[in-house]
């Protein structure tokens, strides 16, 4: 898991250690350098982490090609590339917006100054095996107005694993089964503005909210700067609300994101 930042990039309208919600998506249609049998290129844009692309080859260019549109964010989950030790570059219309051999196979989200293009390209190259790639996406970032609260369980250390045992009919234990996997983290922010709250438009809080009530995921990084390994690609397990803590319009609100994330292998 990997936030990478461009460089010299400090933020758009908020500092670049405050949280990061990516979950405007451009509609887009993507293509390849080429594709492996059984595999679908279109899989990349439909949002699920259980449908996987897969190149042809080892070396591949994953485009994004939509309407030309403010982009800010690119994003990648799902993916083999850290386990094949492959590099991968992302450019926005053309333009290098950062690179990285990424250690695992978590979420990769590349931020970067706001651009009006109509491209967004993953170049992918150095890998032991063709790459896989299950989520590709790009859009507009929202930046949350205030740092997240620092305690609680980090993303990148929120990974749960549940076992069965089997056992024999003296209790010894035979061996085990991974059942199944995945992020379990929450997420707070505090002394929001209500014009955090009250803004309209679809990069936005409220916008945020209608995306969680009829989409579903998103990527989330928690510090960019400070903690680039607390970003995942999840969904959230309860509808995220503005409560007011105090009468302040410049710091009256607090949200909790409790989230489930996908967990790489």
């Not at 980090?154 to 234990?173: A, C, T």
Request: net charge negative.
């Amino acid at each position: 898991m990997s936030v990478v930042i461009q460089s010299g990039f400090t933020g758009i309208a908020e500092p670049i250690d405050q949280p990061r919600i990516c979950f405007d998506t451009h509609t887009a249609t993507p293509t390849a350098t080429s594709t492996a049998t059984g595999a679908d290129v279109a899989w990349l844009v439909d949002g699920e982490t259980w449908s996987v692309w897969e190149g042809g080859s080892t070396s591949q260019t994953v485009t994004l090609t939509f309407s030309s549109a403010a982009t800010s964010y690119a994003a990648i989950a799902a993916h083999n590339l850290g386990s094949t030790g492959a590099t991968v570059t992302c450019r926005a219309g053309g333009v290098t917006v950062g690179s990285i051999s990424p250690d695992d196979d978590g979420a990769i989200v590349f931020l970067f100054g706001s651009t009006t293009v109509t491209t967004v390209a993953f170049t992918i190259s150095g890998g032991s095996a063709a790459p896989q790639i299950a989520v590709a996406q790009a859009g507009e970032v929202l930046e949350m107005p205030q740092l997240s609260v620092f305690t609680g369980l980090p993303i990148s250390e929120s990974k749960q694993v549940r076992y069965r045992h089997q056992q024999s009919i003296r209790g010894d234990v035979l061996g085990r089964a991974v059942e199944g996997a995945d992020l379990r983290f929450d997420l707070t922010v505090q002394n929001l503005p209500e014009t955090f709250r009250a803004a309209s438009g679809d990069v936005t809080w409220k916008g945020f909210i209608n995306h969680v009530d009829n989409t579903g995921p998103f990527f989330i990084a928690a510090k960019p700067f400070s903690y680039p390994d607390d970003v995942a690609y999840a969904r959230a397990m309860e509808r995220p609300r503005f409560n007011r803590e105090r009468a302040n319009l410049n710091n009256s609100g607090a949200v909790t994101f409790q989230c489930m994330g996908y967990a790489a292998p």
